[in-house]
């Protein structure tokens, strides 16, 4: 089955300091990644729908300045929160549709759980 | 304003029951609506799809019934087991933009 990898699973730094998580699609394209954050005992908030070789679109209320996305090939793409703030910390999940073959379902990371000091 | 709701913060039954949840939405023209199983701390696993020119799919153990009418979609597990303990979340996707927007989510307690 499709397989998304996402890194790192953890992450503790202090504030103002940058974190790049990164996803992989292992074994198949994807044209199009969703990166979604997600407070405790709440559900997935939208960030930003990420298609490779383009800017990514931002949700309204998301600063595109503050959480750097980059999808430079099919299977993988960057999310960069720069001068991270205790406000940050947060549980960021990316997802990834395929780009053919596997429907519209959407595969997901397992998470980087962010804790900013 | 767009809203997908599922029913409780929590959802109690004894093992061997049918788990009914629910997903209703308002201001939304959805192509297709999905379920997707949570467990804590990790990422979302797809379980079923449904367009929204069908009215019910099934999956071994899961239905996914889907009512464009009431705005309502109904997802059940029969023949319970503790191991369907998880949070089960609704995903919408839109007409249109093809963004999947979730629902709040419902946890739920499979008792032994």
């Known amino acids: 089955g499709a397989v998304v990898s996402q890194h790192p699973s953890r992450v503790i730094c202090k504030s103002g300091t940058s974190v790049k998580i990164e996803c992989r699609s292992l074994?198949?394209?994807?044209?199009?990644m969703f990166w979604y954050r997600q407070f405790p005992k709440q559900s997935l908030m939208l960030m930003a729908t990420?298609?490779?070789?383009?800017?990514?679109?931002?949700e309204q209320g998301v600063e595109k300045d503050k959480f750097l996305i980059n999808h430079a090939s099919l299977t993988l793409s960057t999310l960069t929160v720069t001068s991270a703030h205790p406000e940050d910390s947060s549980f960021y999940i990316c997802?990834?549709?395929?780009?053919?073959?596997?429907?519209?379902?959407?595969?997901f990371g397992s998470g980087t759980q962010l804790s900013v000091l | 304003s767009q809203k997908i709701e599922q029913n409780s913060e929590a959802l109690n039954i004894q093992e061997g029951k049918t788990a009914t949840l629910t997903c209703n939405y308002t201001?939304?023209?959805?192509?297709?609506l999905q379920w997707y199983r949570q467990d804590p701390g990790r990422g979302p696993v797809f379980l079923l799809l449904?367009?929204?020119?069908?009215k019910e799919k099934r999956k071994e153990r899961l239905k996914v019934t889907f009512d464009t009418t009431l705005k309502q979609s109904l997802f059940h597990i029969t023949a319970s087991q503790p191991a369907d303990s998880a949070t089960y979340l609704c995903?919408?996707?839109?007409?249109?933009?093809?963004?999947?927007?979730f629902g709040t989510g419902t946890r739920l307690k499979v008792l032994a």
């Open positions: 997802s990834a549709r395929p780009w053919k073959g596997l429907g519209e379902k959407l595969f």
């Open positions: 074994d198949f394209q994807a044209t199009t």
């Open positions: 990420s298609n490779e070789g383009s800017k990514a679109t931002y």
């Open positions: 201001n939304y023209s959805p192509a297709y």
């Open positions: 449904i367009r929204e020119n069908e």
């Open positions: 995903a919408l996707v839109s007409s249109g933009t093809y963004k999947y927007i």
